[in-house]
């Protein structure tokens, strides 16, 4: 794990919970000297992380920032790849388009691009995405899974999966919808929507960016006027204050599970899994593409994640892009 000295004491602290850990002990497991390590702590008070001496014992971290940061999702992390390496902001203007970059520099497969704040957020059909400081799950990941382009949407639709999957291990008080092609609804609102971008050659996936929205501890009346009535947060429907290092964390177990197992066996089981959790399939829908109203009954969606609706006349239309209107 690529962590700094910085996060190594918090997370070693973390990771102890209620134990006191010594100064030795810190200096000794982390190779650096007492005084280098005092020296992290006084930095740490400045940002908001709060110590007590605890006699014959050493010191005990009693407060810690409510910060989505690299010590505090690895502290929590139980990967093999993803999340191993964490570039945290507090604030940038998008995830996604630094996330362009370091796939283009050769970042690793699972790396994540995290922040607080966005200024520019990006959401699909080139919407811009409502990211509030300290609110949300901003984040990118990287993906390197050795793929055919054609393959790519596939990738999306597992994300999906491990959300609604990651936040049905966590949360007890709702029941997280998919609405296709990628929305996570909670009681018919949104609370997370995923941007997936490729980097590809002809024949070969260089990369995939999977980019995810949650909207994590908003209040309703954190939401802009606009949204007030379509969106929704995990805390609103949860009624308590979420973790978001621990969500995150639980999503890159069951990313980075779903991607091995679909890259080991197949897509089925995944889609099998995606449909389950679909508030879309077996509904009456109106899809809006940009050339066509189409009404009819959404039956399933193909390997591709595609959409398939059954026609009044009997034809079954696919739709590749569209909104929704359940
Ligand atoms: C949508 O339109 O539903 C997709 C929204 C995706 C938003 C996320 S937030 C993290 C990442 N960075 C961005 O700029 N967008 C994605």
């Given at each position: 794990?690529?962590?700094?000295?910085?996060?190594?004491?918090?997370?070693?602290?973390?990771?102890?919970?209620?134990?006191?850990i010594s100064g030795q002990q810190l200096a000794d497991d982390l190779g650096i000297s007492r005084t280098a390590i005092?020296?992290?702590?006084?930095?740490?008070?400045?940002?908001?992380?709060?110590?007590?001496?605890i006699k014959k014992k050493g010191y005990k971290l009693i407060a810690v920032p409510d910060r989505?940061?690299?010590?505090?999702?690895?502290?929590?992390?139980?990967?093999?790849?993803?999340g191993h390496t964490i570039h945290y902001f507090e604030e940038i203007d998008s995830t996604q388009r630094l996330a362009h970059q370091l796939a283009r520099d050769g970042a690793k497969d699972g790396t994540i691009i995290i922040a607080e704040e966005q200024t520019g957020g990006k959401g699909r059909m080139q919407r811009t995405w409502y990211s509030a400081k300290g609110k949300g799950i901003w984040m990118t990941v990287i993906v390197r899974p050795d793929l055919l382009p054609h393959q790519a949407p596939q990738l999306t639709l597992i994300a999906a999966v491990s959300i609604v999957m990651a936040m049905k291990s966590l949360y007890t008080n709702f029941t997280p919808e998919i609405k296709w092609p990628n929305d996570i609804l909670i009681n018919g609102k949104k609370c997370v929507g995923i941007l997936t971008e490729m980097l590809a050659e002809m024949d070969r996936v260089d990369g995939l960016l999977i980019g995810i929205g949650i909207n994590a501890n908003h209040e309703q009346t954190d939401f802009p006027d606009e949204l007030q009535e379509i969106a929704t947060s995990v805390a609103i429907e949860e009624k308590q204050k979420v973790d978001r290092a621990q969500l995150v964390a639980e999503i890159l177990s069951y990313l980075e599970r779903y991607t091995d197992e679909y890259i080991e066996n197949g897509f089925k089981s995944i889609?099998?899994?995606?449909?389950?959790?679909?508030?879309?399939?077996g509904k009456r829908i109106r899809a809006s593409t940009i050339r066509e109203v189409i009404?009819?009954?959404?039956?399933?969606?193909?390997?591709?994640?595609?959409?398939?609706?059954?026609?009044?006349?009997?034809q079954i239309k696919k739709v590749y892009s569209a909104d929704i209107e359940i």
């Open positions: 794990m690529n962590l700094s000295m910085k996060d190594k004491i918090i997370k070693r602290f973390l990771e102890a919970k209620d134990e006191p005092w020296k992290h702590l006084q930095n740490l008070q400045e940002e908001g992380y709060e110590f007590i001496t989505v940061d690299a010590a505090k999702i690895s502290s929590y992390l139980k990967t093999k790849r993803f889609k099998q899994l995606w449909v389950e959790h679909s508030c879309t399939i009404e009819g009954q959404a039956i399933g969606i193909t390997d591709e994640g595609v959409l398939e609706i059954l026609l009044d006349n009997g």
